[in-house]
Nanobody
Framework: QVQLVDSGGGLVQARGSLRLSCAAS????????MGWFRQAPGKEREFVAS????????TYADSVKGRFTISRDNAKNTVYLQMNSLKPEDTAVYYC????????????WGQGTQVTVSS
């Protein structure tokens, strides 16, 4: 089992920045690839960004490329999402997720943290 706790959300004006954090516990953090997803009201959950266990590979949704940066600190069992140049359409609940190396399914999820961007 892996337990994930998301934090760092809040209310920010358009063009502002936020950094989300996700603290993991329970298993060896370096054995997991990590991802961030988001869900806006009335919409399905969507992929935002991912990072592999060694930080050698990152992937981003087109909608956030150039604005968001995912990173991780295996010594602190934490993954981050730095969000810059925020837009009102980035408003959503953001979730971190973990999947075991070589697996395709994110099995473990955080509780979510609300990000609201005002225009």
């Amino acid at each position: 089992q892996v337990q994930l706790v998301d934090s760092g959300g809040g209310l920010v004006q358009a063009r502002g920045s936020l950094r989300l954090s996700c603290a993991a516990s329970g298993r060896t953090f370096a054995n997991y690839d990590m991802g961030w997803f988001r869900q806006a009201p009335g919409k399905e959950r969507e992929f935002v960004a991912s990072i592999n266990w060694s930080s050698s590979r990152t992937t981003y949704a087109d909608s956030v490329k150039g604005r968001f940066t995912i990173s991780r600190d295996n010594a602190k069992n934490t993954v981050y999402l730095q969000m810059n140049s925020l837009k009102p359409e980035d408003t959503a609940v953001y979730y971190c997720a973990a999947r075991q190396i070589y697996y395709s399914v994110y099995r473990y999820w955080g509780q979510g943290t609300q990000v609201t961007v005002s225009s």
